[in-house]
C-alpha cells in the first residue's frame, strides 16, 4: 500500500493578543486569548484592576488597540487618580480615543427584576460602546458588583455564558475581574468553567513580608506555565518573574576582564574572568571577600568601565573608608560616577523588590560590571530555594547584556565543607572562589583556592592571600606551562 502524502496538517496556533505585562506574555506563552474571554480572580488587593488596566493602557500604546474598561465599583475619576501613580496617562489615551471607560452603578433599589434575570441592558450599553469607541480590548470590573444587587440568580449562569460567547462574537478580547470566595476561585463558582483563560493572584504575608503570586489555573487550546510564580506591582505597574522566562540563549564572551589582582589572573591562565560570567567569591566572616570585590570594581574603573556595587552589610562611605586601609582609595571612581555604590539591608523589601530594584538600577548606569555583597543577607527574606530562584533571574538579565556579575556569599564552615546556600549557588555560577581562614601556632593565614572555572584553565593550588597597605597578593601562584586544571 502506498500513500501520496504522509505529511499532516500541523495544528492551527491559537491567536494571541499580547499583554505587554513584563514576564506575563511569558507564562501564557504569547499573551491571552484573542477573541476570547480572561478570568482574573483572586482577593482584594491583590492586583485585579491594575492587571485589567495595564492591559487596556498597553494595548492601546503598544498594540493600537482600543479598550473599554466597564467599572461597577470605581468611578471614572477614580481610576484617572489611582493609575496615574503608574505612569498611565489616562486621561491623554481618552482625549486620543484610544481608551474609554464607563461606570455602570448597580444596586437593589436602582435594579429592577421582573421575571428571569437578564443581561440584556449591559449589552446594550456594551455594544454602543463597542461600536463607538472600535474597541479591540473589553474589561469587565466587576461581574461580582451584579450579581450582588439580584435576589434571583437561578439563570445567572446562563446569562454569563451568553455574555461570554457575545463578547466572542464582537471580536473582542476580554478580561473579567471576579473576587475569590473562600476556597473558591469566585463566589458562584461557575465563571471559572464559562471562561477561555483563568488567572489567579494571591496576595500574602509571610513572616511579615508581603508576597505575590501568580497561576495560571487554565487555557483553553493552549500551553502554559503551570507554575505559581511571584509578581509585584511597582511603579510601571506589574512585573511577573518567571524562571520559564529566561532562556539560555545568551551569546558567551571571549573578552577577559581583570579580578583586579595580577596573581588571582595569573591562576586564570594569566587573563582573570570572561566577560558576562558569573563569579561567586564564598567564605567565612573576615576572608577578604568584600576586599576582592572592591578590587574587582576598581579594576573595571581602571578600564573605564562603568561598576555598579550593590552593598547589602556596609554603607558606601565605610566600604570607602575600610578600603583605604588596603591602599584602595575609591574616592576618585565614585566621583567620576563611573562606580556606583547602593547600599541597603535585605530587609528592607521582598526579594520581588529588590530584583526590581537591582535590574531596574542597571537599566539606568548601563554598567559593564556588577557586584552583590553578600547575596547571603538575602535569605533573611526567604528560603535558599526562593533566593536562588530571585539570582536566577538576575543573572540571566546580565548574562544577556554581557555584564560581569560578581557576587560574595558568607560561609559558616572551611571550603571542604560546603554550607546549604554555596550548593545551591554554585550550580549557577561560572567562576567559584573560596577563601578560608587557617591557624598555624598564633599566626591566621587567609588562603584562596578556585573551585572550578568553566572554559578556562585554572591553578589547581591553595594560595596564601596577603592583604596589606600595598593592597591584595597571592603567594604560591605561578603555575608550570599547560599545569593549569581544567
Not at 454602543?128 to 480590548?137: D, F, K, M, S, V
Not at 570594581?297 to 556596609?314: H, I, N, P, Q, T
Not at 573608608?321 to 528592607?348: Q, V
Not at 523589601?349 to 530594584?357: I, K, Q, T, Y
Request: glycine residues 8%; charged residues 25%.
Amino acid at each position: 500500500m502506498t500513500f501520496e502524502n504522509n505529511h499532516r496538517s500541523q495544528p492551527k496556533a491559537l491567536p494571541k493578543a499580547k499583554t505587554g505585562i513584563s514576564g506575563l506574555d511569558d507564562i501564557t506563552y504569547g499573551g491571552l486569548p484573542a477573541g476570547r474571554t480572561t478570568l482574573v480572580c483572586g482577593g482584594p488587593g491583590c492586583g485585579k484592576t491594575i492587571l485589567a488596566v495595564e492591559f487596556l493602557v498597553r494595548g492601546a500604546r503598544e498594540f493600537d488597540e482600543p479598550g473599554l474598561f466597564v467599572s461597577f465599583e470605581e468611578d471614572k475619576e477614580q481610576l484617572i487618580e489611582n493609575f496615574a501613580s503608574l505612569g498611565f496617562d489616562i486621561e491623554d489615551l481618552i482625549r486620543k480615543k484610544k481608551l474609554k471607560i464607563v461606570q455602570v452603578a448597580v444596586s437593589k433599589q436602582e435594579l429592577i427584576q421582573s421575571g428571569s434575570f437578564t443581561l440584556d441592558g449591559l449589552l446594550i450599553l456594551l455594544d454602543h460602546a463597542i461600536r463607538e469607541l472600535g474597541a479591540r480590548r473589553v474589561v469587565l470590573d466587576t461581574l461580582e458588583s451584579v450579581f450582588a444587587a439580584l435576589s434571583n440568580t437561578e439563570n445567572l449562569r446562563t446569562e454569563v455564558a451568553g455574555l461570554f460567547q457575545w463578547l466572542k462574537d464582537k471580536g473582542v478580547t476580554a478580561v473579567i475581574t471576579g473576587e475569590r470566595h473562600n476556597a473558591e476561585l469566585t463566589k458562584y463558582g461557575f465563571e471559572e468553567y464559562v471562561s477561555d483563560c483563568v488567572i489567579l493572584l494571591d496576595h500574602r504575608i509571610t513572616d511579615q513580608t508581603s508576597k505575590r503570586r501568580m497561576r495560571i489555573i487554565k487555557y483553553r487550546g493552549s500551553s502554559h506555565s503551570a507554575d505559581e510564580v511571584p509578581f509585584l506591582i511597582g511603579d510601571t505597574g506589574l512585573s511577573v518573574f518567571p524562571i520559564s522566562s529566561l532562556q539560555l540563549n545568551h551569546v558567551a564572551g571571549i573578552r577577559r576582564v581583570s579580578t583586579g589582582i595580577k596573581d588571582l589572573d595569573t591562576m586564570l591562565e594569566d587573563k582573570g574572568y570572561f566577560e558576562g560570567t558569573t563569579v561567586l567569591i564564598s567564605g567565612r566572616a573576615g576572608t577578604g571577600k568584600s576586599s576582592l570585590a572592591a578590587t574587582f570594581a576598581l579594576a573595571a574603573v581602571d578600564r573605564g568601565e562603568r561598576c555598579l556595587y550593590f552593598s547589602f552589610e556596609e554603607s558606601g562611605s565605610q566600604i570607602e573608608r575600610n578600603m583605604k586601609s588596603l591602599g584602595i582609595d575609591l574616592a576618585p571612581s565614585l566621583e567620576s560616577g563611573l562606580l556606583t555604590i547602593l547600599a541597603f539591608r535585605p530587609t528592607f523589601r521582598g526579594l520581588e523588590e529588590h530584583l526590581v530594584a537591582i535590574l531596574r538600577e542597571t537599566e539606568n548606569i548601563k554598567p559593564t560590571c556588577v557586584v552583590m555583597d553578600p547575596v547571603t543577607n538575602f535569605v533573611s527574606q526567604g528560603g535558599v530555594a526562593e533566593v536562588k530562584s530571585m539570582l536566577t533571574r538576575v543573572l540571566d538579565v546580565l548574562k544577556r547584556q554581557r555584564i560581569t556579575l560578581l557576587m560574595t556569599a558568607l560561609t559558616r564552615g572551611d571550603m571542604r565543607r560546603l554550607s546549604e546556600t554555596e550548593v545551591n549557588l554554585s550550580s549557577l555560577v561560572d567562576t567559584w572562589i573560596a577563601l578560608d581562614l587557617e591557624f598555624t601556632g598564633e599566626k591566621r593565614r587567609r588562603s584562596l583556592y578556585v573551585v572550578k572555572s568553566r572554559g578556562m584553565g585554572h591553578s589547581h593550588k591553595t594560595s596564601e592571600m596577603i592583604m596589606s597597605a600595598r593592597g591584595l597578593s597571592l603567594v604560591g601562584t605561578i603555575e608550570a606551562e599547560g599545569a593549569y586544571d581544567r
